[in-house]
Structures are given as C-alpha cells and as structure tokens.
C-alpha cells in the first residue's frame, strides 16, 4: 500500500501546484515549488532527528538564521572601514573569548578534588574571562557600528559565490549544534525540547542586536544571486525573440525562468540530501538509530552509546537545516533576522514532518510540499470560499466584510483541518515509516 501511495502523492502535488499556475500565475506556482523544495530540505533535517532517532528539536528556528547568516558571511563584499576601524579588535576579543573557555574547562577537570572550592574557583575564571572578553570587543564593536551605519555599520563577508554558503550553513549549524549537543542532550526528551527552543530564540536575539555580525535589525539585502537577474535577461536578443514570437510578456517570462533556475538547484540539492538519508537510513548506522529510539535502555545494555549516538544525528540533522537556511537567505536575497518566528520555522516543520510520516523520508518531503501549499493557498481560496457563501449579502454588510477582512487567518483553519484529518485517517502519517 505503501508503495503505491507514494507515487500517487507525489502525482497528486505536482497535479496542485500545475493547477496555481493554469488558474493563478506560473510565477506564484514557481515561488511556492521553491520554498516547497526548501521547506522539504528542511523536513528531512528534523527527520533524522526525530524520525531516525527520536530526538525532539525544537530550535529549528535558530538552525535556519545561522544557515541564513552564513550567505551573509559568505557572500558579501567585506567592508574596508569597518574592519580598519575595529576588525582586528574583534578578532582579538574573539580569541579572548576562546580562551576563556578552554580555561573553563580545563579548570573545571582539574579542579573535580577540590569539592566546593571547586564551584568558587570556576565562577572566578568565567568572570575574569568574560570581563577580559568584553573589555576587548566592546570598543571595536562600538567602532564598527558607528562607521557609515546607515548603509553599511558591520564587517561584511568574503565576497565569495553564494554557492558555498549552502556548505558553510551546514557546517556553521553542524558546529553550533555540537555546543548545543554536548550541554543538552543529557535532559529527557521534554527538557530538551524546551532547551532547543530556548537555544533558538537566544541565536535569534544575538543576530538582531549584533549589528557588527548581520547589521541587527537593519537587515543585509542585495545578497548576490547563483542564477541570472531578470533585468540582464530582458535585455538579451534571445528573450526578446523568443517572447515576441510567442506573444508573452518578456517581464513575466523572465521571472519565471529566474525561477525555474532556483527550483532547478534546489531539486538537485534536495534529490542528493533524500539519497543520502535513504542510504543512511538502510544502513547498520540507521538500525542502530531506530533501536536506539525505540528502546534507549535495551540499546545500552548492548553496549551502545546511546548519547554519543544521540549528539551524531543532533549535528547531521542540524546541519541539513543549516543548508536549507542558507538556501532560503540565497531564494530571497536578503538576510532579516526580525523575520524568524517560531510558528513559521519550527513548528509547520514539524507540522510536516508528522503529517507526511516520522520516519520516512519521501514522506517528510510530501508533508514539506502539502503543508507549505496550503500555508500559501489557504489565504486565496479562504476568499473565493467567502465570497461563494456570501454572495446573497449585500456589499457593505457588517458580517461579509468583517469574513472577507479576516480570509489571512483562513491558513490557520487550514492548517488545523489538514493535521486533523490527517491524523485521524492517517495516524502514522500520509507515507508511514516502512519497518524493515
């Protein structure tokens, strides 16, 4: 049954989205297939985790502004008066902090005989750390800030192709979840839930007031592109051709093809994740996984470590957000840390994780798919639905206007009823997790 399924829901969602753009436009069928592409890589990151391994994540947010801050710090020009006014202050303050840590721990080993004293002698050196730390960085963020802040106000990045921040977001996330890991991953499944949770909207906060990192609230836009701008496309003789032979509309023509190119990369990406998390998945690796999550004690007594184990999904998992959030930055050519919520960015991917079925990889990318659908489309067809049921009303009546005011919060509804449904038709999910 299963087998048979898949197909025909992956049948089903290219038949949906075909739909938006013969009755709507194909440039809003593209922008939806392409955040649909993200939100699947997205999917499957949050997958391993919890399909795999059942390890609950919800800092899923944080991990996806780090890959978002990669494109950043990846792809921008660096800014020349900024690093000359406090460049090299920042990066002393950096190793500082550094330091200071690997002090910690190192006094935190030695000092495991010294009983209470032990607690004393640690507060001093985190104290001192974070007193040198801030001494250092402090005026060279203050100087970066100040130069040229209203365009400018921050460091930049290397100037490199934008590309390779999909890479270095996987590796930035990958990094902050070994720290996150190695503190959290002890708690039982609900402490860890709300410390991921936590750990996100610190990482959240950070990106909004460290202006000398991602200029804060200001945003960074205008982040280089990997596919052609529509205005360089319009004025090519080809394009020109092609449109007046067809009649078609060079603006909208080139928009769509921009379009085709992201959700082109992003297929190419997302196929190499999925067969990757397959090929894991089938191997002794991924039944040790499941073992683990299905029984955390038996697993142990067999001589597995379990945390150790649990930390290694933890950063794979992470780092596929990671690339998924440095694909979203590079989709939307602009970085805006104010624009992260929870609801958007960790629970809907949850929501489509456990509606296209925990477990199964092609499942978490149908949910991906179906789930971002009607996230976009509730809000439309909310309002032809509206207007249908109350067409018999006079226009200025009280009650059609205040429906038709409120056809945004139709998605919220939508959102409901789909998981609803689903559960109760389909407890284990639209595609369940094969057992082999």
């Known amino acids: 049954m299963t087998l048979n399924r898949t197909p025909l829901l992956f049948a089903v969602v290219a038949v949906m989205f075909a739909a938006v753009g013969i009755f709507q436009s194909w440039n809003l069928a593209f922008t939806v297939l392409n955040l649909g592409l993200i939100s699947a890589i997205m999917t499957l990151g949050v997958n391993i985790q919890w399909g795999y391994a059942g390890l609950v994540n919800f800092g899923v947010m944080g991990f996806i502004a780090l890959g978002g ?103 930035l996330a990958a990094a902050v979840a070994w720290v996150i890991g190695k503190v959290s991953l002890g708690l039982r499944s609900d402490y860890l839930a709300i410390a991921t949770l936590g750990i996100s909207e610190i990482i959240i906060y950070a990106m909004k007031n460290e202006d000398w990192l991602s200029r804060g609230v200001k945003n960074v836009a205008g982040l280089p592109r990997p596919v052609p701008y529509e205005i360089d496309l319009q004025q090519s003789p080809w394009l020109i051709e092609f ?60 001589g597995k470590d379990v945390k150790a184990k649990h930390l290694q999904v933890f950063i794979i998992g ?36 456990i509606l296209g079925g925990s477990g199964n ?46 056809a945004a919060h139709t998605r919220y509804i939508a959102m409901g009823l789909v998981l609803i449904l689903v559960l109760r038709f389909a407890p284990k999910g639209l595609i369940p997790e094969v057992k082999r």
Not at 130 to 153: H, L, N, T, Y
Not at 243 to 267: E, H, M, P, R
Not at 367 to 380: N, R, Y
Request: aromatic residues 10%; glycine residues 10%.
């Open 243 to 302: 449109t007046q032979n067809w009649g078609l509309s060079i603006v909208d023509t080139s928009s769509v093809i921009v379009k085709v190119s992201y959700a082109a990369l992003f297929t190419v990406v997302l196929l190499i994740i999925y067969r990757l998390s397959e090929i894991a998945l089938r191997s002794p690796w991924g039944r040790m996984m499941n073992a683990i999550r299905d029984n955390e004690v038996s697993a142990e007594a067999m």
């Open 361 to 406: 990889n092609a499942g978490s990318i149908i949910g991906g798919f179906l789930v971002w659908f009607f996230w976009v489309e509730a809000e439309p067809i909310g309002l032809a639905l509206i207007e249908l049921l109350t067409f018999a009303m006079a226009d200025d009546n009280w009650l059609k206007l205040h429906l038709i005011k409120s």
């Open 69 to 171: 801050l990669a494109g950043v710090l990846v792809s921008m020009p660096p800014v020349p008066g900024a690093w000359a006014a406090g460049g090299t202050g920042v990066l002393a303050g950096l190793a500082a902090g550094v330091a200071g840590i690997v002090a910690s721990v190192i006094t935190w080993k030695k000092t495991a005989h010294m009983g209470g004293k032990r607690y004393t002698i640690m507060a001093a050196v985190v104290l001192v750390s974070v007193v040198v730390f801030r001494m250092i960085i402090d005026p060279a963020v203050a100087a970066i800030e100040s130069f040229e802040s209203a365009k400018s106000g921050y460091l930049g990045g290397l100037g490199l192709p934008i590309m390779i921040s999909w890479v270095v977001g996987g590796v």
């Open 318 to 353: 992470s780092a596929v957000i990671g690339v998924a959030g440095a694909m979203l930055t590079t989709l939307d050519g602009q970085y805006t840390p104010a624009s992260y919520q929870p609801l958007r960015f960790t629970f809907l991917i949850w929501v489509m994780v």
